[in-house]
């Protein structure tokens, strides 16, 4: 399974649902951008992989169709199936870039053993995976319609975005729990946005609002705050930014600084880390929840295939996918009842669209 070939398209595509334009507490956006990479083999198998093009509110730069000319030399000539040897000895510029070519090894190896990546995995523990609709920050009235709307296509979770102020944070989970009641789970995320002594009071002021978790309230570092609050407030908190290294994954489970961790491939490096890490917390009891970054269909189809493999990913995963436009897939993944089915196909299971590419293309490496 050498590789031959290694390509990259950028593309962008509009989010026109009712829930947008998504408000962060850094930015809101109206469409969603991806990196993905296209592999070929030796034998002709071809592997898709996808992260996220725009993190800038990370301080990480845009990623463009350019990066393909500093990893391609490092990848012609390698194995598509060297999973570990990509983790230890391929430097393919940060996790954001080498979790898409890993993901399109994956794929590649699940097609060359014509299985679906689930099996793979570890085999199948679920076969429908459900998830939970995000939204960006909204005012009372607007969230509990959105939070209606969402109650009423079958979803049984909903996460926001948080963290401009803990009064709006407040307001807007009223909103919801005066709409829906308890219809809906509910998870929110200040995105790093309150210190400890904030962080501390709002939890406390989120305890009559029964929530699932309180995301990554506080900047990535404060581990030791967050074993604290957690035991000052029956509030559950949850973290993500602060879940990267498997050596910082330790620490969190060391100190017991969370009752939840949100992995994702562009902040580990790929699935095989998300799976070592889930595996690494269910040790300790605490369960995963796979994080969204407003995915196209081959990151989707990445978290389906996660979800199905890993019994210690019990709740609904993160998602925006039907918020999108279109997705680039000849056959997109079905939402029903706030549910997806797992991909049967061999590899991510799933066909890309070129005429779909090329219709949100922004930058590529070559033609497609």
């Not at 429908?128 to 960006?136: F, K, N, P, S």
């Not at 991909?343 to 890309?352: D, H, K």
Request: glycine share 8%; hydrophobic share 40%.
């Amino acid at each position: 399974m050498k590789i031959t070939s290694v390509e990259a398209f950028v593309i962008d595509v509009p989010q026109p649902h009712v829930a947008f334009p998504y408000q962060s507490r850094y930015i809101a956006t109206s469409a969603t951008g991806a990196l993905l990479i296209r592999l070929e083999t030796a034998s002709g198998i071809v592997g898709w992989g996808e992260t996220p093009q725009i993190l800038s509110f990370y301080g990480q730069d845009p990623l463009t169709a350019d990066v393909v000319e500093s990893i391609r030399p490092k990848l012609i000539g390698q194995d598509a199936g060297a999973i570990e040897a990509l983790y230890a000895d391929w430097d393919l510029g940060g996790p954001r870039i080498q979790s898409a070519v890993e993901m399109a090894m994956w794929d590649v190896l699940g097609k060359a053993c014509g299985q679906p990546l689930y099996r793979l995995l570890g085999g199948p523990y679920r076969k429908q995976i459900e998830l939970a609709a995000c939204m960006g920050i909204q005012p009372y009235g607007k969230a509990g319609e959105i939070a209606r709307g969402y109650a009423d296509a079958g979803f049984t979770t909903m996460k926001t975005k948080a963290g401009r102020s803990p009064e709006e944070d407040l307001e807007m989970v009223r909103g919801i729990r005066d709409a829906v009641g308890d219809r809906l789970k509910l998870r929110i995320d200040p995105n790093t946005g309150y210190g400890p002594d904030v962080c501390e009071q709002l939890a406390k002021d989120l305890e009559r609002y029964d929530l699932e978790y309180f995301e990554q309230p506080m900047p990535d570092e404060n581990l030791a705050d967050s074993a604290r609050i957690r035991k000052l407030t029956s509030t559950p908190l949850a973290l993500n930014e602060s879940v990267t290294t498997m050596a910082r994954v330790r620490e969190i489970l060391d100190q017991d600084a969370a009752d939840f961790l949100l992995p994702d491939t562009y902040q580990c490096g790929g699935l095989w880390a998300v799976k070592l890490i889930t595996d690494t917390a269910a040790s300790a009891g605490v369960p995963c929840i796979f994080h969204c970054a407003h995915d196209f269909g081959l990151k989707t189809a990445a978290m389906l295939h996660m979800a199905a493999s890993s019994p210690n990913m019990p709740l609904a995963n993160d998602s925006t996918y039907f918020a999108l436009e279109s997705d680039i897939l000849v056959e997109p993944h079905r939402i029903t009842n706030g549910r997806m089915s797992v991909p049967e196909a061999p590899g991510l299971g799933v066909e890309v669209d070129a005429s779909l590419v090329r219709k949100y293309l922004v930058s590529s490496s070559t033609d497609v």
